[in-house]
């Protein structure tokens, strides 16, 4: 069991608009660390989408957008395209466990 | 641009010792940044192993910690993982990565190495 929770699995047709919510708590997100997002295309190492909370590294498209309220944290991905399709995990920092946290990750499929 | 590779034995033995090295080059592991260890069990999700900055201070996974060391190697910019007392749950995929240090998240990673826990 995760210590930051992700839903499974996400889906949504080309163009439209999905999103992804990552919950923490008080000893991670809600203490106010960082969230970063990766996206992991198949038989491929992670890569960083989005780094404290809602900053994108460059080349990566601003079709991919960060928020964080409270406990909690989204990944949006807006004009969905067929080569989108991976499994995103989120990240933080945990003091209680005095280290790096992962959400269990989310399949997005594009239909 | 940094580039981290990761290589190491792709069998070990239940009981055994799992070592791997991360290479790094296009950059200095005594820079400002911690550098990583995470795996990935087939089918699943990221899981941190520990970090390692160059003053010497690592951090564990407190589920790993027990069986888990992490070292560097300045003078060859390397770094290394070592577990022991392995079993099958312990078979993964291995990355290693760089940790941006202000900020704390993995800028850089490995292309990762399966490692196989089997008799």
């Known amino acids: 069991q995760s210590i930051l929770t992700q839903p499974p699995s996400v889906s949504g047709a080309p163009g439209q608009r999905v999103t992804i919510s990552c919950t923490g708590t008080?000893?991670?997100?809600?203490?106010?660390?960082?969230v970063h997002w990766y996206q992991q295309l198949p038989g491929t190492a992670p890569k960083v989408l989005i780094y404290a909370i809602k900053n994108r590294p460059s080349g990566v498209p601003d079709r991919f957008s960060g928020s964080k309220s409270g406990t909690s944290a989204s990944l949006a991905i807006t004009g969905l395209q067929a080569e989108d399709e991976a499994d995103y995990y989120c990240q933080s920092y945990d003091s209680s466990l005095s280290g790096v946290v992962f959400g269990g990750g989310t399949k997005l499929t594009v239909l | 641009q940094v580039h981290l590779q990761e290589s190491g034995p792709g069998l070990v033995k239940p009981s055994g010792t799992l070592s791997l090295t991360c290479a790094v080059s296009g950059g200095s592991i005594s820079s400002r940044n911690w550098w990583s260890w995470v795996r990935q069990s087939p089918g699943k999700g990221l899981e941190w192993i520990g970090e390692m900055y160059h003053s010497g201070k690592t951090n564990y996974n407190p589920s790993l910690k027990s069986r888990v060391t992490i070292s560097m190697d300045l003078s060859k910019n390397q770094f290394s993982l070592n577990m022991n007392s392995v079993t099958a749950a312990d078979t993964a995929v291995y990355f290693c990565?760089?940790?941006?240090?202000?900020?704390?998240?993995?800028?850089?990673w490995g292309q990762g190495t399966l490692v196989t826990v089997s008799s």
């Open positions: 008080s000893s991670n997100i809600g203490a106010g660390y960082e």
């Open positions: 990565a760089r940790i941006v240090g202000a900020i704390y998240y993995f800028d850089q």
